[in-house]
Nanobody
Framework: QVQLVESGGGLVQPGGSLRLSCAAS????????MAWYRQAPGKQRELVAVITGGGSTTYADSVKGRFTISRDNAKNTLYLQMNSLKPEDTAVYYC???????????????WGQGTQVTVSS
């Protein structure tokens, strides 16, 4: 029904930058909040940043001032610009979206498959 596909992960040195993208496709009527989560080895999945349908943003304290979440509603695409990356940012990053389908009037919670980000020298 809905597919979220992340891209842009990879290996980067400390202090470097990466830009993640998440493209949503399928039977989409509208998308409400979208978010990025991450999960490091041996740790629970944690919220990185959220952006509402109106463009309001919230960040985890650990990424404030370094990461920027944005979205292109015309393209149903979510972005995460990550600057000044640190080794502790190493994780699998997941895209999440609250989507109303063309076939149902209720919100569904959808996840991407994840993209690996590794920060290492």
């Amino acid at each position: 029904q809905v597919q979220l596909v992340e891209s842009g992960g990879g290996l980067v040195q400390p202090g470097g930058s990466l830009r993640l993208s998440c493209a949503a496709s399928g039977s989409i009527s509208s998308i409400s909040a979208m978010a990025w989560y991450r999960q490091a080895p041996g740790k629970q999945r944690e919220l990185v940043a959220v952006i509402t349908g109106g463009g309001s943003t919230t960040y985890a304290d650990s990424v404030k001032g370094r990461f920027t979440i944005s979205r292109d509603n015309a393209k149903n695409t979510l972005y995460l610009q990550m600057n000044s990356l640190k080794p502790e940012d190493t994780a699998v990053y997941y895209c999440n979206a609250l989507v109303v389908l063309t076939t149902s009037p209720v919100f569904g919670d959808y996840w991407g498959q994840g993209t690996q980000v590794t920060v290492s020298s």
